[in-house]
């Protein structure tokens, strides 16, 4: 979540990757006025990896949660994930066993669908039993 995670270990992590000459899609660095959705879709199913940095209050973004669902389907529909998870001050007990203290957004589901909870649930399951 942007907030906890972009001003240290996604720009620190980005610059190592661009300076061995690996392109990053990072949504901070989008131009002004873009369509945030359409061009964090078309990063997804273009990327070849998919890195996932889950910090403590990830989970509370429905934005973050459906892109975890998008990167889990593309790898799973690729038949073999291509996806990076850093688990940044949490615990991936914590997300697999998904801890109502740590504040998920499909436990509180202001505004989200029992069918968004749930796909959001199975995605970050899924993404805390891979290896990063």
Not at 5 to 15: A, H, M, Q, R
Not at 94 to 119: C, M, W
Request: charged share 25%; aromatic share 8%; glycine share 8%.
């Amino acid at each position: 979540r942007g907030p906890d995670t972009k001003p240290n270990v996604v720009s620190v992590l980005s610059g190592m990757l661009r300076s061995k000459g690996i392109t990053c899609f990072v949504d901070y660095q989008m131009e002004y006025g873009t369509h945030a959705n359409s061009d964090i879709d078309a990063a997804i199913r273009s990327s070849r990896v998919s890195i996932v940095i889950i910090s403590p209050d990830f989970a509370t973004s429905g934005w973050c949660l459906d892109e975890v669902d998008k990167i889990m389907k593309k790898a799973n529909a690729s038949g073999k994930p291509k996806v990076l998870p850093i688990f940044y001050n949490v615990e991936p007990s914590t997300v697999r066993h998904l801890i109502a203290d740590k504040g998920y957004a499909f436990d509180k589901g202001p505004g989200s669908t029992d069918e968004e909870q749930n796909r959001w649930a199975s995605a970050l399951k899924e993404l805390s039993l891979l290896r990063g």
